[in-house]
């Protein structure tokens, strides 16, 4: 998956079923979202490396909808244990009852024919 | 430190169109009724205006759109779109441009009939392609805001109540307003008990969808003392970004208002205490929250308790808003212009029953994106040069 851009890399990994996001070979920094340059040191070498799937709930709310358009659902920012930050929804728990600070643990879904990365409390969390 | 630019251009006219809803008008006829307006307010007309300064979310070339409208071919022309807040950074731009003689008459101007177009937000940013967010349906921009005050919620103990206090002061000015779209009485228990959009935010924290037009006209300081108004003195300006899509926000609870802030008060030479009136881009109520904060107004963390005295209300120690902001006033999708339009016509005296007496240095802060781009304009009276 060399001869394309990061972008289109992360979302061929995530097509094929596996999440992976860059990691600057130069210092070390995992680089979301994927970039040509590394921010923290402007290095252009990248490993694509499995995330732990381990993460905290940094914010959320509740997007409110009424029950004939789908009901309420979440949206929430999830700090990755590698160190960087993404947008997501927790699901398998009501969206008010999701809270800053929860650990979360990611899995990929299928949404629309798109795989995406989405996140349930942890196993043992709180 | 004190800059070059400070007091070397003024605000020579401004004005407001067709605030509220504005059925069978364009956004152009809106923008250029605005523009007539401002124009006349200076004493001067649009064959005057050389240099055009336009920011609108309908169209992708304002620049072109509006000085094509308006029949002009200005020497120095931009469009820059940094969301709300593109309207006051623009000052900064006119007055480079001034001062650097591009053009002798800067005409700001901004239109929008969203609310009669389509009853909401209208963004051409919808179209653009955040394939990290999009499947999360962020509801852009109220999901933002609304995590964003969650994270305040968490760190400070910020509490509802003192967020439902921005939107009553709001009400209370707007009440004093003939402008102003809702007027109505407004208690905390009405915004805490209305109906929930994005927690912990309810409607009555969101800013309106209205249609309205605004302009300023600026000119340097020289030509400015031979026009019809006093002038009004551009004494700082800044801006400063953060990111672009809310994920990549680097602190939810802290803004570019902290850079665009600092060097707009080093700028003017002034601090927060000799501000007069306060006017911030209040898209939501955790916008006065934090800008504030982020403006030198009050420590970090302690914007809730700050607002939620009363101070902001008429008769306070803050007069924020005192046209009724983006809250009760007016919200045609970027409130950057009004703030200024507001600011101007409080050093001039001309706000009538709402007047704040004898002031004399107004600030006007613009907001764009989701907390992104921020910008701050310090304007004064011939009395601060």
Same mark, same amino acid.
């Given at each position: 998956?060399?001869?394309?851009?990061?972008?289109?890399?992360?979302?061929?990994?995530?097509?094929?079923?596996?999440?992976?996001?860059?990691?600057?070979?130069?210092?070390?920094?995992?680089?979301?979202?994927?970039?040509?340059?590394?921010?923290?040191?402007?290095?252009?070498?990248?490993?694509?490396?499995?995330?732990?799937?381990?993460?905290?709930?940094?914010?959320?709310?509740?997007?409110?909808?009424?029950?004939?358009?789908?009901?309420?659902?979440?949206?929430?920012?999830?700090?990755?244990?590698?160190?960087?930050?993404?947008?997501?929804?927790?699901?398998?728990?009501?969206?008010?009852?999701?809270?800053?600070?929860?650990?979360?643990?990611?899995?990929?879904?299928?949404?629309?024919?798109?795989?995406?990365?989405?996140?349930?409390?942890?196993?043992?969390?709180? | 430190?004190?800059?070059?630019?400070?007091?070397?251009?003024?605000?020579?006219?401004?004005?407001?169109?067709?605030?509220?809803?504005?059925?069978?008008?364009?956004?152009?006829?809106?923008?250029?009724?605005?523009?007539?307006?401002?124009?006349?307010?200076?004493?001067?007309?649009?064959?005057?205006?050389?240099?055009?300064?336009?920011?609108?979310?309908?169209?992708?070339?304002?620049?072109?759109?509006?000085? $094509?409208?308006?029949?002009?071919?200005?020497?120095?022309?931009?469009?820059?779109?940094?969301?709300?807040?593109?309207?006051?950074?623009?000052?900064?731009?006119?007055?480079?441009?001034?001062?650097?003689?591009?053009?002798?008459?800067?005409?700001?101007?901004?239109?929008?009939?969203?609310?009669?177009?389509?009853?909401?937000?209208?963004?051409?940013?919808?179209? $653009?392609?955040?394939?990290?967010?999009?499947?999360?349906?962020?509801?852009?921009?109220?999901?933002?805001?609304?995590?964003? *005050?969650?994270?305040?919620?968490?760190?400070?103990?910020?509490?509802?109540?003192?967020?439902?206090?921005?939107?009553?002061?709001?009400?209370?000015?707007?009440?004093?307003?003939?402008? *102003?779209?809702?007027?109505?009485?407004?208690?905390?228990?009405?915004?805490?008990?209305?109906?929930?959009?994005?927690?912990?935010?309810?409607?009555?924290?969101?800013?309106?969808?209205?249609?309205?037009?605004?302009?300023?006209?600026?000119?340097?300081?020289?030509?400015?003392?031979?026009?019809?108004?006093?002038?009004?003195?551009?004494?700082?300006?800044?801006?400063?970004?953060?990111?672009?899509?809310?994920?990549?926000?680097?602190?939810?609870?802290?803004?570019?208002?902290?850079?665009?802030?600092?060097?707009?008060? *080093? /700028?003017?030479?002034?601090?927060?205490?000799?501000?007069?009136?306060?006017?911030?881009?209040?898209?939501?109520?955790?916008?006065?929250? /934090?800008?504030? $904060?982020?403006?030198?107004?009050?420590?970090?963390?302690?914007?809730?308790?700050?607002?939620?005295?009363?101070?902001?209300?008429?008769?306070?120690?803050?007069?924020?808003?005192?046209?009724?902001?983006?809250?009760?006033?007016?919200?045609?999708?970027?409130?950057?212009?009004?703030?200024?339009?507001?600011?101007?016509?409080?050093?001039?005296?001309?706000?009538?029953?709402?007047?704040?007496?004898?002031?004399?240095?107004?600030?006007?802060?613009?907001?764009?994106?989701?907390?992104?781009?921020?910008?701050?304009?310090?304007?004064?009276?011939?009395?601060?040069?």
């Amino acid at each position: 998956m060399s001869e394309q851009g990061p972008d289109a890399t992360y979302f061929a990994y995530l097509a094929a079923k596996d999440w992976r996001i860059p990691k600057c070979r130069g210092c070390g920094a995992h680089v979301f979202q994927p970039r040509i340059m590394c921010p923290s040191c402007g290095g252009e070498a990248f490993d694509w490396v499995a995330p732990s799937g381990r993460g905290v709930v940094h914010s959320t709310t509740v997007v409110r909808r009424r029950p004939a358009d789908g009901g309420d659902y979440n949206v929430a920012l999830i700090d990755l244990a590698e160190g960087v930050r993404m947008m997501s929804r927790i699901e398998g728990v009501e969206p008010a009852d999701v809270a800053i600070g929860m650990p979360v643990t990611a899995r990929l879904a299928d949404q629309d024919g798109d795989t995406i990365v989405v996140f349930d409390p942890a196993e043992g969390g709180r | 430190m004190t800059w070059d630019l400070r007091g070397r251009t003024a605000i020579v006219g401004a004005a407001t169109a067709h605030l509220g809803t504005a059925p069978g008008y364009s956004h152009m006829e809106i923008a250029a009724a605005a523009a007539r307006a401002a124009l006349a307010d200076a004493g001067l007309t649009v064959k005057d205006v050389d240099g055009l300064f336009a920011v609108s979310m309908h169209s992708v070339f304002p620049a072109l759109t509006y000085a $094509e409208y308006l029949g002009i071919q200005p020497r120095f022309s931009e469009a820059t779109i940094v969301g709300g807040s593109s309207a006051v950074i623009q000052m900064l731009h006119a007055a480079l441009a001034l001062e650097n003689g591009q053009c002798d008459v800067a005409l700001i101007v901004y239109g929008s009939n969203q609310r009669s177009a389509s009853g909401k937000l209208h963004s051409p940013s919808g179209a $653009e392609n955040l394939p990290y967010e999009k499947p999360y349906r962020l509801r852009s921009p109220i999901a933002g805001y609304a995590m964003s *005050a969650a994270r305040h919620v968490h760190d400070y103990g910020t509490t509802r109540e003192q967020l439902a206090e921005v939107a009553v002061a709001a009400r209370l000015w707007a009440a004093m307003n003939p402008e *102003a779209f809702m007027r109505d009485p407004l208690t905390a228990a009405d915004v805490l008990g209305s109906r929930m959009v994005c927690d912990p935010l309810t409607v009555r924290d969101c800013c309106l969808v209205t249609d309205g037009g605004g302009a300023v006209v600026m000119t340097r300081a020289d030509r400015a003392r031979d026009l019809k108004k006093d002038p009004v003195y551009l004494l700082g300006c800044a801006g400063g970004h953060t990111h672009r899509q809310y994920s990549m926000m680097p602190t939810l609870t802290t803004t570019a208002a902290v850079q665009s802030g600092r060097a707009a008060f *080093a /700028m003017a030479g002034l601090t927060p205490a000799d501000v007069d009136v306060v006017q911030v881009y209040d898209a939501f109520t955790i916008n006065a929250v /934090m800008l504030l $904060e982020d403006l030198g107004f009050c420590p970090k963390g302690e914007g809730g308790a700050f607002v939620g005295d009363g101070r902001l209300r008429p008769g306070g120690a803050l007069p924020f808003n005192t046209y009724g902001g983006g809250l009760s006033c007016t919200h045609p999708g970027m409130l950057g212009i009004f703030t200024t339009i507001e600011a101007v016509r409080q050093l001039r005296g001309e706000c009538g029953e709402r007047q704040v007496a004898g002031a004399t240095v107004g600030l006007a802060h613009g907001n764009g994106g989701m907390f992104a781009h921020e910008s701050t304009a310090l304007l004064g009276t011939a009395a601060t040069l």
